[in-house]
């Protein structure tokens, strides 16, 4: 047995040519086949220099106002032993993001990656006409969009679906990471919006 490890990702024949004996050369080749990112990682969402601290809460830290706009980058990682200790495939839940970005990126990966506000904090509320410039078209493996913003105050919680099968072949939505805040850990808070200002009416009495 032999094996092949491919170092991005794209659609792969394997071509084998047989010299045994002078003058018999013959020739075979494999089926096509594709290989995948082994994660989408959604990370870096930041506003310039503030970082989103994923507030949950009404007396948390801020990290925007309504309506402006912010940054997150859309990156597809390699393989990694660190993050897929039971050897499936798949990253695994509750990965550290230092498990997922220690390999490189794949600069084949180019694909539509959309991020939505999937749930508004505190429940209940709503997330207006929701996260604006949310369409991620990835390229070169890693993309970043500084223009995504959110209508309304409070929070949400982030959602990023990667558009159709890759490649015709395969469905990414189960190899999507969202690591919100600066933490290492999963989190998919983005928040907390305020409102950019208050205007105030005078009525004669």
Do not use: M
Not at 57 to 72: C, I, L
Not at 152 to 175: C, H, I, M
């Amino acid at each position: 047995p032999f094996y092949l490890c491919t170092t991005d990702v794209g659609q792969y024949q394997v071509n084998v040519t047989s010299t045994a004996l002078p003058g018999s050369a013959s020739s075979g080749a494999s089926s096509t086949f594709t290989t995948v990112p082994f994660a989408i990682v959604v990370s870096g969402i930041q506003q310039g220099a503030t970082g989103n601290p994923g507030t949950e809460t009404a007396s948390g830290p801020v990290f925007a106002k309504a309506g402006s706009t912010f940054q997150a980058t859309v990156a597809a990682y390699r393989w990694s032993s660190a993050a897929d200790k039971n050897n499936d495939g798949l990253p695994e839940d509750g990965v550290l993001s230092t498990h997922v970005i220690n390999v490189s990126t794949v600069p084949g990966y180019a694909q539509t990656v959309t991020l939505a506000a999937a749930a508004p904090i505190p429940a209940g509320g709503t997330t207006g006409s929701g996260l604006a410039n949310g369409v991620v078209a990835v390229s070169g493996g890693v993309t970043t969009v500084s223009t995504l913003s959110y209508p309304e105050v409070g929070s949400f919680t982030l959602s990023a679906t990667p558009g159709g099968k890759y490649l015709g072949q395969a469905d990414l939505a189960n190899r999507v990471l969202i690591y919100a805040t600066g933490s290492p850990s999963q989190n998919k808070v983005i928040g907390r919006f305020t409102p950019d200002h208050f205007k105030t009416s005078l009525t004669p009495a």
